[in-house]
């Protein structure tokens, strides 16, 4: 086999590996993806397999459905760093885990406020059977119920996140900086995510850990600075 033909086996395999690994990290069946392209799943199945190689707007579309970038399914090298982080975990125990320390919360709100089970109960329209399971973690709230209980306390849903921590917090924490990023202005956004600003990014943020005196004070060091130049 030509080194060439054998070269190319391997980057269409690898491909189908990086295809297939940002699928499944999206969540979405072949089904889906075959569907989303408009091609067959069995052409999609041969992608990841490596059988046969994807076109590049068939990939930019790909990367835009699976919410990845278009390199997460190029480069090897790159795709780790551009993809959000997944851990492996039994999701039943992170519920469980979560459903407890929620309910702690809220019977730790509800005794700073002052409130009897029975009262927070009868203001949320709920049983106090159902608000004691709830407090416990024996049985884990529906959103709607939730949102009452939270309301009576003066509390909203993002104070029972805990964003960064544990799995689905980092996968949460993920998520919303890159919806911000998504909403910064496009020339912002170039910015921010070139890799020759980050000596500028760190400036700015020393700067932002500095009182306003501070600030000044180096500000106006650099105009003395700027005159003896």
Request: proline share 5%.
């Amino acid at each position: 086999m030509p080194e060439s033909t054998a070269s190319n086996d391997i980057r269409r395999q690898t491909i189908g590996l990086l295809i297939r690994r940002s699928r499944e990290m999206a969540g979405r069946t072949r089904k889906d993806c075959a569907a989303f392209l408009g091609i067959t799943q069995a052409a999609l199945t041969a992608y990841e397999e490596g059988q046969r190689e994807p076109s590049l707007p068939e990939v930019e579309a790909l990367a835009h459905f699976l919410r990845a970038p278009v390199h997460a399914l190029l480069d090897e090298s790159r795709a780790s760093a551009l993809m959000a982080p997944r851990v492996n975990f039994n999701v039943a125990e992170i519920v469980e885990l979560r459903s407890h320390i929620v309910g702690a919360r809220i019977k730790q709100a509800r005794l700073a406020k002052g409130m009897s089970a029975k009262e927070l109960a009868t203001a949320a329209g709920i049983t106090p059977a159902k608000l004691a399971a709830y407090e416990l973690g024996k049985r884990p709230a529906p959103v709607t119920e939730m949102e009452a209980i939270l309301g009576q306390l003066g509390l909203t849903i993002d104070d029972m996140l805990d964003i960064g921590i544990g799995p689905l917090g980092e996968s949460q924490l993920f998520n919303q900086q890159h919806a911000q990023l998504d909403g910064l202005p496009s020339d912002v956004r170039e910015f921010v995510t070139d890799p020759k600003s980050l000596p500028y990014l760190r400036t700015a943020m020393r700067l932002r850990n500095l009182s306003s005196d501070e600030v000044r004070s180096a500000g106006q060091a650099l105009v003395e600075l700027s005159h003896t130049m």
